[in-house]
């Protein structure tokens, strides 16, 4: 079975990890959602999610397939400040695992190098080329390049869900869990 980690953080963005950890789960992908510290996280419209572990713990489990960032502000910005994460997503990269983000989280892996020389997407304004000289920014809703996954924002959630979905399984599994939601 696959497995994710989603990294949450104060002030994500609800739609985009609630989405993201639905959908996954419809699909029969393990999903462990982790917090920067042991406590609740409170999103940016006050939605409080309770993550499964801390990050410390997550990054021990050794069957993680992917890991998914979810965006708003300043979730996304908690996020990249966050050593422990910044070093675990190289590690995934580098070893060929999927990274992936959603909003404003694109640039936690633009900062970090993960996007220099790929396609990628974000939030329309959120990341610029001048910044950013060497990642080729499409505009696309969802953008897969190589082993790293990119989607613009809150209303592309579903469609980078099933996206993430169908990397780590199959199309017939993302079909079946887009049937399901009578889209």
Avoid at 19 to 38: F, H, K, M
Avoid at 65 to 78: E, K, Q, R, S, T
Wanted: aromatic content about 4%.
């Amino acid at each position: 079975m696959p497995k994710a980690l989603v990294p949450l953080a104060q002030g994500c963005e609800e739609l985009e990890a609630v989405t993201i950890i639905d959908l996954l789960r419809r699909a029969n992908i393990e999903v462990v959602t982790a917090g920067l510290t042991s406590e609740p996280v409170t999103a940016s419209r006050s939605v409080v999610i309770v993550p499964d572990m801390t990050l410390e713990k997550a990054v021990l489990l050794d069957d993680l397939d992917m890991i998914v960032l979810p965006g708003g502000l300043p979730g996304a910005d908690n996020l990249g400040d966050s050593p422990l994460l910044v070093e675990t997503l190289k590690r995934f990269a580098s070893e060929g695992r999927f990274v992936a983000a959603i909003c404003a989280a694109p640039r936690v892996l633009a900062k970090t190098g993960l996007l220099d020389g790929r396609r990628a997407t974000a939030y329309p304004g959120f990341i610029n080329g001048d910044d950013f000289p060497n990642i080729s920014f499409t505009g696309a809703s969802v953008e897969i390049d190589g082993n790293v996954i990119t989607s613009r924002g809150p209303g592309t959630a579903m469609d980078f869900a099933l996206t993430l979905i169908e990397q780590l399984t199959d199309r017939k599994t993302r079909n079946t869990v887009e049937a399901g939601l009578v889209r």
